[in-house]
């Protein structure tokens, strides 16, 4: 049973930065696509970013792009979200979620499309 476990989340000002890191456990993730996602309270789950399961392949959501790096690291079992430029509507709860492809690269910010999912940590941008 593939356990994912966000953290790195915090409280930090408008332009700072964070990483979040999103772990599993039980399962390799050599095979497997990783996404970022949040939701802010009242509204719907956002796709932030994604890495393909060999980390050739990223996508990004363009409210995120140019301040928001994904990476993977898979001989730590992990990947990471550098949060740069942090903004007031950045505050959220982010998730990572994990999908099977023998695809090397292909990677997508749908959230449907993901079948793991960790518990989520708290980011917050306040002044």
């Known amino acids: 049973q593939l356990q994912l476990v966000e953290s790195g989340g915090g409280t930090v000002q408008p332009g700072g930065s964070l990483r979040l890191s999103c772990t599993a456990s039980?399962?390799?993730?050599?095979?497997?696509?990783i996404g970022w996602f949040r939701q802010a309270p009242g509204k719907e789950r956002e796709g932030v970013s994604c890495?393909?399961?060999?980390?050739?392949?990223?996508n990004s959501a363009d409210s995120v792009k140019g301040r928001f790096t994904i990476s993977r690291d898979n001989a730590k079992n992990t990947v990471y979200l550098q949060m740069n430029g942090l903004k007031p509507e950045d505050t959220a709860v982010y998730y990572c979620?994990?999908?099977?492809?023998?695809?090397?690269?292909?990677?997508?910010?749908?959230?449907?499309?993901?079948?793991?999912w960790g518990q989520g940590t708290q980011v917050t941008v306040s002044s």
């Open positions: 039980e399962i390799n993730l050599d095979y497997y696509v």
């Open positions: 890495i393909s399961n060999g980390g050739g392949t990223t």
């Open positions: 979620a994990a999908r099977y492809s023998p695809l090397r690269n292909w990677c997508t910010i749908v959230g449907g499309s993901y079948g793991y």
